[in-house]
């Protein structure tokens, strides 16, 4: 028997969840169906995310994102309730330059600081004293957000979105959407996997890695693709205390690291020729032995000493055309919404773009954040909105 919903979400994930909640805080009071074809989300972006949040960007939406996740952080139990946590470890970001970066650091440095954030310029005497394990050979500064900066648990985030959308009355349904019914300017229904239809009054892509292959359901041609990173675990016997403290870490090369528990994590994203197959989880090894221990071991002396316990593949929803997210409604297809394509900072920027979202179906604008310069039409027109500063 065929279903409708006024709003179909596909994708229950931090983003779908996100979307769901804020529209019944926002006062949509129509029926609301989550579609997720994964319901233990254990391969999803979102929880294989290293749960990252800053605002260090270059872009001020996407400063502006983060922020709003930041202080849905601090306001947590307000929100969610008193047992509500994220396990938000405020150690910070660090993000290191050689000499021809300096300024173009200070630049986005400086929008950062216009918009609120705490970021600040260390040159080579305050990194050597602020931070006495690194190595600054090649280092000419840093950009450090002591306050605001750090990471969370992504499951947690997710699953308070998801309890609380659950909890004001959204359904959630586990299925595939293999196809998308529309003409006249607007989608009609969704197709399942099983043979299901449902109708739909507004349709949000919140696949995730899959989006891309989502919106071709519906004629769309939206450049987002599933990308594979690895996250390495790794020991180290010897190391100072302060070095448990340490912010997450990036090398002008691109890697980074962070503390995990009493280990710590890496990775290093490759470049376009570089970009491994997508069709298994496999760990490509040679990948942290040639490329990643070699930076480590210089840029802090002691990992010259350490050993990899533990290894994951992470998925990025990779947008090839400026890896910035895509946000808003179709410019033809006016009850297609998209949110999708973050390139690996949606788990930070999810509260933001699910409240921007349903700000769009509840009041067909963009209140808290102007997100207009995310909209496909960019995409339409092969624009690209570049983000500096993406990991």
């Avoid at 749960?51 to 202080?71: A, C, D, Y």
């Avoid at 939206?222 to 448990?244: G, N, T």
């Avoid at 010259?304 to 992470?314: D, F, L, R, Y």
């Avoid at 909209?375 to 500096?388: D, F, Q, S, T």
Wanted: aromatic share 10%; hydrophobic share 45%; proline share 5%.
């Amino acid at each position: 028997m065929d279903k409708t919903a006024d709003v179909v979400i596909a994708g229950g994930a931090v983003i779908g969840s996100a979307t769901a909640y804020y529209l019944r805080k926002l006062g949509f009071d129509g029926s609301i169906l989550v579609v997720e074809k994964d319901p233990s989300y254990a391969n999803c972006c979102t929880t294989r995310s290293a749960g990252g949040i800053r605002q260090q960007f270059s872009t001020e939406e996407n400063i502006r994102l983060s922020q709003f996740g930041l202080k849905l952080i601090a306001h947590l139990k307000q929100e969610f309730g008193p047992d509500a946590d994220v396990a938000f470890r405020e150690q910070g970001y660090l993000n290191l330059v050689p000499p021809e970066g300096k300024a173009p650091l200070e630049a986005v440095v400086a929008t950062q600081r216009r918009l609120g954030a705490a970021t600040a310029v260390l040159d080579r005497e305050e990194l050597a004293t602020r931070f006495p394990w690194l190595a600054l050979d090649g280092v000419a500064a840093g950009a450090f957000g002591e306050r605001d900066e750090g990471w969370i648990d992504p499951w947690s985030l997710m699953n308070l979105f998801r309890h609380g959308a659950l909890a004001r009355g959204v359904t959630w349904q586990t299925g595939e959407v293999v196809g998308i019914e529309a003409d006249t300017g607007k989608v009609h229904a969704v197709r399942l996997a099983d043979g299901g239809r449902i109708g739909c009054g507004a349709l949000v892509n919140a696949a995730g890695a899959e989006a891309g292959a989502f919106a071709a359901l519906a004629g769309i041609d939206l450049p987002v693709e599933r990308r594979k990173r690895y996250v390495f675990v790794f020991d180290c016997r010897e190391f100072p205390a302060s070095l448990h403290a340490a912010p997450l870490t990036i090398d002008y090369t691109g890697v980074y690291f962070r503390p995990e528990g009493a280990q710590f994590i890496c990775g290093l994203s490759p470049e376009d020729h570089e970009e491994p197959e997508v069709g298994d989880d496999t760990i490509d090894h040679a990948w942290f032995e040639e490329r990643i221990w070699p930076v480590l071991a210089a840029r802090v002396p002691v990992f010259g000493a350490i050993k990899v316990v533990n290894a994951w593949s992470c998925h990025y929803d990779y947008n090839t055309l400026d890896q910035n997210a895509v946000i808003g409604r179709h410019p033809e297809l006016a009850n297609f919404y998209f949110c999708n394509g973050f390139s690996g900072h949606g788990l930070q920027q999810a509260p933001g773009a699910g409240n921007a979202v349903a700000e769009l179906i509840v009041h067909g604008r963009f209140l808290t954040i102007d997100l207009a310069r995310f909209g496909y039409e960019r995409i339409a027109e092969g624009r690209p909105l570049k983000e500096i500063n993406i990991i």
